[in-house]
């Protein structure tokens, strides 16, 4: 796997800190014993970056029962905006970068938290 060259490789500004943030309002804010987040960035290719944003947090089902009305808005905002960004850095550099949500299960088949994953050609 290529090492990642910190001095080239930068990320776009608060790319990543509405899914963090998503992660702590819903996820883990309505654990009782707390939570974990992981985040992970490699470059599997010489023209891709990965990043994982993971949670242990109580998943989207769940959270959706706690509707936190301010958590709610600034979720809407901040996820509303990145979307927007990264629509304007996919039309400007004609690349595709992708990102996918998927809900986490335990092997009891219950919730176990959120995986975000985010592909960036290079």
């Known amino acids: 796997m290529p090492h990642i060259d ?14 963090v943030e998503n992660a702590i309002w819903h996820g883990l804010m309505h654990k009782q014993e707390g939570g974990n987040i992981v985040i992970d960035i490699e470059q599997p290719s010489e023209y891709l970056l990965h990043i994982e944003i993971s949670d242990d947090g109580i998943g989207r089902e769940r959270a959706l029962q706690h509707k936190s009305k301010s958590a709610t808005q600034q979720k809407s905002f901040g996820l509303k905006m990145t979307s927007e960004r990264l629509h304007a850095i996919n039309y400007i550099y004609q690349t595709k970068t992708e990102v996918n949500i998927v809900d986490l299960i335990n092997t009891e088949g219950n919730a176990a938290g959120t995986k975000v994953t985010i592909e960036i050609p290079l």
Do not use: G, R, T
């Open 6 to 19: 910190l001095q080239y490789i930068e990320l776009p500004p608060l790319l990543l800190q509405p899914y």
